[in-house]
């Protein structure tokens, strides 16, 4: 059987739940992120990008979203919020900026969004 | 014998550390969430705890998905703060108190949970803010107890469930009680509340079930182990998980509490924040 043959959990709008095939899927993106928690591999990636994901054995979609820097993309490719948030901050991008970018919002729409739930 | 006098909710966010870093706390933005704290820092000051258990999840310092453990308890003399990918200024590291670690791994796995213990454990915002928080200038605060974090999976599904956290709480309550010395302990419950930061729903905040899950963990902590963690996802959202750290607190308290502060504000960052400080009856 294959890993992607089954799944533990039902659909949430929105939302990629990130569990065991997730994570087989994502584990070289995550691992590069996770590496950026060291200054000297933020550093080594924005030298050169290309050979810092190669290093790590990313796929191709997985290259692409990185480039493209687009977060809905790295979590397509298998990739945790929690790694792709050291990767975003290389970028300097806080989350509202991921959240702006993933909902389609601007920053502002995104800001206010967040304020009028606690309406 | 150790004594258990209460325990202290906060929500982690990074954004916190930097409003702290950058002296925050009377900003606009910022002074409805820091409101939450000053009668803390009163019964802080006033029952001068010995020991900090800090339970909260690691984001990814701590851990990686190549070994993720369920339940980690530190078993260290100190526990460095370290990068954790936004090159924020690094705190000294938090004085440990490794007997008592070992102390409650050993009553824990009898009691049949199994806990990863740490030697070394570099701790990040999910650990460091709360401290802050509670203790302003932590780790140098004239009275910062000796810390022992305790980190729960919710970066990876499956994470335990709430039943799990809950009864974790209870089993830590057996084992802190047998330790020999007496010693003042207060438990912290790190994480949450209602949140999500990935996805299409990103920005997602449930003011609702926020407000109803700081209800029942005051005296029905129970009825909340009927939430599924599917449900927890749905109805707090993907991180809104971190619930579960309340829970492993709450249970470490006994069955009866008092609550002697509440607030609860949206938004911090992306995250509707919630503060209490429940003592033991």
């Known amino acids: 059987m294959d890993i992607n043959d089954f799944g533990h959990h039902s659909h949430i709008e929105g939302t990629t739940l990130f569990d065991g095939k997730r994570a087989m899927k994502g584990y070289a993106l995550n691992k590069m992120c996770y590496s950026f928690n060291a200054g000297d591999a933020r550093a080594a990636y924005l030298a050169d990008p290309e050979a810092y994901m190669a290093q790590f054995g990313l796929n191709d979609a997985q290259k692409q979203a990185c480039r493209d820097e687009n977060v809905l993309a790295m979590i397509a490719a298998g990739g945790n919020i929690y790694y792709l948030a050291k990767f975003a901050g290389i970028f300097k991008l806080s989350v509202q900026d991921v959240g702006a970018q993933q909902t389609g919002m601007t920053v502002e729409a995104f800001k206010q969004k967040l304020v009028d739930q606690g309406k | ?281």
């Open chain 2, 1 to 281: 014998m150790a004594r258990i006098l209460g325990g202290i909710t906060t929500s982690h966010i990074p954004a916190v550390g930097n409003a702290i870093a950058n002296n925050l706390q009377d900003d606009p933005y910022w002074k409805p969430f820091f409101d939450g704290y000053p009668k803390v820092h009163e019964w802080l000051a006033d029952n001068k705890p010995d020991i900090v258990i800090n339970i909260y999840n690691d984001h990814g310092l701590g851990f990686f998905l190549d070994k993720m453990p369920t339940f980690a308890i530190g078993a260290a003399h100190e526990y460095k703060n370290e990068d954790e990918g936004w090159g924020i200024p690094q705190l000294d590291p938090f004085p440990g108190a490794p007997e008592m670690s070992w102390h409650i791994i050993e009553g824990m796995v009898e009691d049949e949970f199994d806990i990863t213990s740490c030697q070394e454990l570099a701790v990040e915002h999910g650990f460091v803010v709360p401290m802050q928080l509670f203790w302003p200038g932590a780790p140098l605060h004239p009275d910062m107890p000796k810390a022992i974090p305790i980190s729960a999976n919710t970066v990876q599904h499956p994470i335990p469930t709430m039943n799990r956290a809950l009864n974790f709480g209870k089993s830590l309550r057996k084992a802190i009680e047998s330790f020999p010395e007496d010693l003042k302990v207060v438990v912290l419950g790190a994480g949450g509340l209602s949140h999500q930061l990935d996805g299409e729903r990103a920005g997602f905040i449930n003011k609702d079930f926020d407000q109803m899950c700081m209800e029942k963990i005051v005296s029905a902590p129970e009825e909340l182990t009927s939430i599924s963690r599917h449900d927890l996802v749905r109805q707090a959202g993907a991180q809104g998980t971190e619930f579960l750290m309340w829970m492993m607190m709450r249970g470490a308290l006994g069955d009866n509490v008092t609550e002697l502060t509440h607030n609860y504000h949206i938004p911090i960052s992306n995250t509707g924040a919630g503060t209490m400080l429940l003592e033991c009856e």
